[in-house]
């Protein structure tokens, strides 16, 4: 699972730049805070590389990983 | 080594009624943040036993977002009150994030002097080649030529290089990267954060608010392959050295590493002698 913390995105799109598979397009739909975060378009080609999480400059992204400590 | 989820560097180092932080959409402050944070989970660092120093800056603002001790201390002086930290009780492990105002203009002179006196202490300096916070003055650190606020014709002072001062200095432990080299900066943080003695990374970050803007370089999409664009590794470097060529670009990479007793070392050893 992939999640978008839309209280913390402020719309960079760094994320959806910097995922090697594409996973992410631009929102079409303002977030409450007045952004377009990213969509999660097509979270079955993620491969968990975790490169998105640490694209995005403000800890919005959470990409669940059991093999996590 | 793999990586983890962000949501354990929240759990466990971040204060979560803080977020999100006050950094404008794209500023690489957070990114510099996070790879630290990362690094310092990788090495098992206990948080009881660190102090996050900073000065005044977007870029100084990091300490108040970790679950740590932290000081906020005056522009300029993080590296002079770290330094106090570090030798009223060197048990504690004692990190600096400091803007290139601070850590260059301001506070210039104490980081000279750190490193001469080669106190161990990690410094991480976010250079995003302008006073952010103020709204986009010159630094010390503008490329010739940059649009600031103080040099809307363009800057006609040269600029100084960080990481090559904290080099000529003397530092046993410099690296220079930028935001968009995530696994490169966790890695030097890393080699830093485990060095005994002044360890000194300089990592490149867009300000996308100021010097962006100024520059008309776009969003930070764009500011992030220019610095990629912008840059050459170290190793490329000096290969490109050695075959008679030059460039203009920045060089990043792990600059120095090399083992040099720390000033505690020495003040402890000399204590002795006195005896
Ligand atoms: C003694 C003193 N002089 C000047 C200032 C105003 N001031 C606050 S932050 C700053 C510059 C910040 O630039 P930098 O260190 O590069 O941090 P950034 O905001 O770019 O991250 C200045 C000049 C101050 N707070 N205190
Ligand atoms: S973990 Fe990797 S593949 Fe998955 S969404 Fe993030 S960047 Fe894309
Ligand atoms: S990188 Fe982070 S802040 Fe930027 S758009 Fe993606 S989720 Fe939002
Ligand atoms: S002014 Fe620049 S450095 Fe400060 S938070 Fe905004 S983008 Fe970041
Ligand atoms: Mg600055």
Redesign the interface.
Known sequence: MIHVNT??C?????CV?YCPKKVYVKSEKLSKKG?FPPEVKFPENCIK???C?????????????K??? | M?????????EKY?RKDM???I?????????VM??AL?AIHDLNIDMNETVFVSGIGCSSRVPGYIYSDGLHSLHGRAIAYATGVKLANPKLKVIVFTGDGDCGAIGGNHFLHAIRRNVDITVISINNFIYGMTGGQVAPTTPLNSKTTTTPYGNIEYPIDLSMMAKVIGAPYVARWT?AH??QCISSIKKALQKTGFSFVEVLAPCPTSYGRLNKMG???DM?KHFKESTINIKLYEKMLADGKTTDKMVIGELVDIEKEDFNTKYNKFCGELK
């Open positions: 209280n913390y402020k719309g960079c799109l760094l730049e952004v590389c975790h490169l999480e640490l694209m995005c400059p403000d800890f919005a992204i959470i990409v669940e990983d093999d996590d400590k | 793999g990586f983890i989820s962000n949501d354990i560097i929240i971040l977020l999100p932080t950094f404008c959409t794209g500023c690489g402050i957070g990114s996070n790879y990362r935001t995530p696994v969003n930070t999409l992030t």
